[in-house]
């Protein structure tokens, strides 16, 4: 995420952040898509474990999987909307390492 512009104080003393509205648009973005993809992997992993227990029907598999496909081109769509590849969106939680695994 891009660095903070300065806190400046106005007239009557109060801190005021000044950000750069596009990048602020930007990174805001990021983090939504973010989230999107990260409850999407855990979507798809539950979903194959749900195929790979037999829980679901073919009909539900088969549903599923058009679903999955899907919503994985959606996020491609939205990436290049905003100009992000699939790298940006795996942010590093420092001690923690990257959010998403690093196969994405």
């Known amino acids: ?17 000044e950000a750069d509205r596009e990048a602020v648009e930007r990174d805001l973005s990021r983090l939504v898509l973010t989230l999107v993809e990260l409850i999407r992997q855990l ?25 999955l496909m899907r ?13 992000l590849s699939p790298s940006d969106l795996n942010i590093d939680l420092g001690p923690l390492g990257p959010l998403l695994p690093r196969d994405q």
């Open 71 to 83: 919503l994985d081109e959606a996020m491609k769509e939205l990436c290049e909307r905003f100009e």
């Open 43 to 67: 979507v798809e992993r539950q979903s194959l474990r749900r195929m790979e227990q037999g829980d679901l029907s073919d009909e539900q598999v088969e549903t599923l999987g058009l679903t």
């Open 1 to 17: 995420m891009s660095d903070p512009q300065p806190v400046r104080r106005n007239q009557t003393n109060r801190l005021r952040f």
